[in-house]
Structures are given as C-alpha cells and as structure tokens.
C-alpha cells in the first residue's frame, strides 16, 4: 500500500490541525496505521497507532489528550486531529501501515511497520 501524509501547516501555540493518511490506489483495512513524528537533531519517535485487529489506539504521553487517532472508512483514510499545539510537537509527521496486529507494548516499534508515506511538516509558532 502506498500512503500519503497532508494536512502539516503552520499554527500558532494553542491552534489545531489535522493530519490526513490516505492510501493510493488501494484501502487502509487490515492495515494498523501509526504516526510517528521526527523533530530537527531528535530520533523519530512514534506518536499514536490505530490497530486494526480491533481499532483500539495508542497515544505517547505527551500527546495524550490533545491528539485523537481516528479512521474514515468510507474515505479510506485515518486522521491524526491535533489540538492544543505546543512548540515542542513542531516536526516531520509520518504515517505507516503495519500488520493487522500489533502487540501492545510494540506499537511504538517502527520495524513493525512496512510501509511509510512522505512526511508532512507541522510548524507550532507565534
């Protein structure tokens, strides 16, 4: 499956965006998609997964409550709504398709996730 991050922009500290994941040419079911973030000079770190097998979703901490993991199935694609931005989430955005399953304490895990969408830039300024 190939996928397709949008949605990154500039947003002033306390704004939203919404990032989309969409596949080209084919659907996201039975794919676990995960979103992951990498920041200038900082690892790529994993922000939130939706699991497919059930639909239950994963979030970092520092995203917890202010991040919402959700799918559109009719338009086969997953969204990461972020809200209440801070400075510290400005980075590449990427989202990733994984297997049906994933165990929960590997979620995070980016060798688990096969294929990768270009990233999108999210900006978080005044």
């Known amino acids: 499956v190939q996928l397709q991050a949008s949605g990154g922009g500039l947003v002033q500290p306390g704004g939203s965006l919404r990032l989309s994941c969409a596949a080209s040419g084919s659907s996201l079911d039975g794919y676990t998609i995960g979103w992951f973030r990498q920041a200038p000079g900082k690892e790529r770190e994993a922000v939130s997964c939706r699991r497919s097998s059930d639909g239950n979703t994963f979030y970092e901490d520092s995203v917890k409550g202010r991040f919402t993991i959700n799918r559109d199935r009719a338009k086969g694609t997953v969204y990461l709504q972020m809200n209440s931005l801070i400075p510290e989430d400005t980075a590449v955005y990427y989202c990733?398709?994984?297997?049906?399953?994933?165990?929960?304490?590997?979620?995070?895990?980016?060798?688990?996730?096969?294929?990768w969408g270009q990233g999108t830039q999210v900006t978080v300024s005044s």
């Open positions: 990733a398709a994984g297997g049906r399953h994933i165990i929960n304490s590997q979620w995070r895990n980016p060798s688990l996730y096969y294929n």
